[in-house]
């Protein structure tokens, strides 16, 4: 059983950094392509970033420079650390994972981000 656990998710001022963690069970981690959604009220999810089991990334415009994704394999983890946030990024973030073994996707709970003063 796949299961995808995000945490780090806080209320943080304007100008302020969280760092999100999303801890994978069930699947080979090192060769599944890991990424961070978010979905704001009333807005279709999107792609936050990406991440290949080769180490490539990926991100939405609106984002970066700001944000870094990452993967520890020893852990089983993957991180989005998130540096100067904007009000228009409150959304809740979702982790996804790809499983390279049959291209199941799977999503996360999500843990929600709020940027305000």
């Known amino acids: 059983q796949v299961q995808l656990v995000e945490s780090g998710g806080d209320l943080v001022q304007p100008g302020g950094s969280l760092r999100l963690s999303c801890a994978a069970s069930?699947?080979?981690?090192?060769?599944?392509?890991m990424g961070w959604y978010r979905q704001a009220p009333g807005k279709q999810r999107e792609l936050v970033a990406g991440?290949?089991?080769?180490?490539?990334?990926m991100y939405e415009d609106s984002v970066k420079g700001r944000f870094t994704i990452s993967r520890d394999n020893g852990k089983n983890t993957v991180y989005l650390q998130m540096h100067n946030l904007k009000p228009e990024d409150t959304a809740v973030y979702y982790c996804?994972?790809?499983?390279?073994?049959?291209?199941?996707?799977?999503w996360g709970q999500g843990t929600q981000v709020t940027v305000s003063s």
């Open positions: 069930g699947i080979i981690f090192s060769i599944s392509p």
């Open positions: 996804n994972a790809l499983d390279a073994r049959n291209l199941r996707t799977y």
């Open positions: 991440l290949t089991q080769g180490g490539s990334t």
